[in-house]
């Protein structure tokens, strides 16, 4: 252990070990089941990572001191080999959970455990739990330097860059070259310790960054005693294959004392936003290629736990822009297109999986009808108000089938927790008896406006609590509602001067599968879904957004 500290911009080296009393080791340990937890230390042993996590080996010349082998509890293996064989024994048999951390933690490695074992650890955590983190998806997205005749153009020698909405170009990607290039907007004062794993299952790579807020990268800063450790942040962000988009999850502690011990961190919350916007800004900065290629991140309003349905929004195959009922269209098999202008023999979603099988497709007409009659007369007979239900939901099925396609099944494996909407459509008239609504919610609404900008540079709502994720996206929306008048006064909608009332309307949805549930109500007749709007299907993508004219946006154009 280093006895002096000096403070550096250098990286803290994945060598460094921290003791294994620390509360921090204790919580990353055993939240592991027991066979996640021996296929970690195995993972350990492997012959190029021992340098990484090199066990407490029993060495020549303790070998001859037999004394303390009858003392110690857990005898020391001769040799990584041994030591990995005996992890295999326990890895065979039954036993306790307990046993393994005992092992781990005052046997072979009682001398600590290094960053990159606790990265390995936590790793195999969101392995085993995949629903675990919180991500939100961005974009990728180049950027151009503004022409003079533009309005965002600047006059000084500072040019002001725009998005390039034209260009198709994404930046290459190395790890060590972007690790470098990030450590590089690190601050002097935070150390970060940076890891990269191939996921199990998923096309992604997966980054791992544990950041500690100490300018020092020695082990003086990782003692249980120390403040610096108990509030570090750790959070991943996934590199999906062949997309220009990329997944940051929200920062979580490491300690189990979490922020506010020791009087250190009283705001854990804002440190948690200053940890994301300085990976935010250090990301797109990594990326680029100065002068030339600069890259910056647009938020696409996608947030859930469930990398499956990521990956399927924001990934690299067809169904980034074929969501709900336009899914099947995805499908590389299917030869059908919506842009044909001869309708198929055989429209895809034309019967439902109830009625034919694919025993059926090949018989004739005649025997196709005996087959029908067959199996009406074995059923019991109906009252026609039975009858007419029975009809009402087959024709739901079929209108699920049609709004939501291959899409939103309880089984697949892509849910959505959580959906957040704003509605602002204007009513179609603005009657006598509203002009009091309508005057008290624009009073209202300037309200607002002055607390979230109080001349002193604060917002918020009146400098107290935080605004929530709805307000922010009306909030960025706000830009574009001149540009909606002028549209509606243009197509007749409305006339000009004419007074609108838009009531401010937030629908939540909550649940492990949102868009699932929504489809088993369609199937259900209890939505009607030949009159439901497109975005409660799925179809646009986004789990954030406000819907004005009848049309949803994301937060600042984001989306589909």
Known sequence: MSRISIPTKAR?????????SHPAVSKVLNRLSRSSLIAVVLDWLKDERIPLSRPYIRQRHEEEEDEDDDDDFYPLAQSVPALRELYQDLQARKGSKREVL????????????????????????LYDHPTSQKWTAYRIVALKTATKNDENAADDDDPKLDVDKESLT???????????SLQETTLPDVKAHYSFDRHQ??????????ILDSPYNTSLSLQAGGATFDIARTIYIAFPDDSPHIYISKPQTLSSSGPGQNGSAAGGGGESKSLRSLILEGIPKALSRPPHQRYTLKSTNLVTKNLNELLERRGATRTNSAGGGWSIYADESVKESPLDTVLPLSPPLSVTDDDSSSDEDDELPEEKERRKKERAAKRPPMSPASKRDEKALKRARLVAKGRFGDSARVDDGRGVERVDIVIEDAFPSAPAAWDVALATSRKRRRQEEEDIDDGHGNTGRGGKGRKSTTDLTLHGEDDDEGEDQEQEEASGQRKEGEPQWRPNIKITFHGSHVFAGIRQ?????????????GWMTGEEGVTIGVVRNGRIKGHKGGGL
Do not use: C, K, N
Request: proline share 9%.
């Open 201 to 210: 299952s998923l096309p992604i790579l997966l980054l791992r960054i544990f």
């Open 521 to 533: 109500l369609v199937e259900r007749g209890v939505i009607d879904g030949e009159r439901m709007p």
């Open 12 to 20: 803290l080296p994945s060598t460094l070990r921290v003791d294994p």
């Open 102 to 125: 005992d092992r781990i933690t005052e046997g072979d490695w009682r001398h600590g455990l290094s960053l990159y074992q606790l990265a390995i650890a936590d790793l195999q955590y």
């Open 170 to 180: 994404i930046p290459r990607f190395h790890p060590s070259t972007f690790l470098q």
